[in-house]
Nanobody, 132 residues
Framework: QVQLTESGGGSVEAGGSLTLSCVAS?????????MAWFRQSPGEEREGVAL????????LYADPVKGRFTISQDSQKTTSKLTMNNLKPEDTAMYYC????????????????????????WGKGVAVTISS
């Protein structure tokens, strides 16, 4: 059974930095083709933040975080990090790690996968709070 476990959330002042980590476990004979980060504020829909394709290394970023957030992945393709710099109060949210299941999803939509519908596994989320 695949599990995604996030860590690294917390509270910082505006302008500060945080790094979130996500460890994927339980994949059987495959690794995720992509891992991603989403966030959700109270009363808002879950939105994509960043995604990394495991084999090409290509990255997708939501416009609000471009130039401030960086997604990375380890060589085993089972750990993803989201480094967040120059944080703003509007970055306050629950942050969720997500990944695909190569067994159940035969094709991917390269370049358009940063959407909740294209994720098969989710972590429980970590809270990020940015004070002004």
């Amino acid at each position: 059974q695949v599990q995604l476990t996030e860590s690294g959330g917390g509270s910082v002042e505006a302008g500060g930095s945080l790094t979130l980590s996500c460890v994927a476990s339980g994949y059987s004979r495959v690794t995720p083709r992509y891992m991603a980060w989403f966030r959700q504020s109270p009363g808002e829909e879950r939105e994509g933040v960043a995604l990394i394709y495991s084999y090409s290394g290509a990255r997708l970023y939501a416009d609000p975080v471009k130039g401030r957030f960086t997604i990375s992945q380890d060589s085993q393709k089972t750990t993803s990090k989201l480094t967040m710099n120059n944080l703003k109060p509007e970055d306050t949210a629950m942050y969720y790690c997500a990944a695909d299941d190569p067994w159940s999803r035969p094709t991917i939509d390269v370049g358009n996968d940063l959407t909740p519908a294209n994720m098969d596994y989710w972590g429980k989320g970590v809270a990020v709070t940015i004070s002004s």
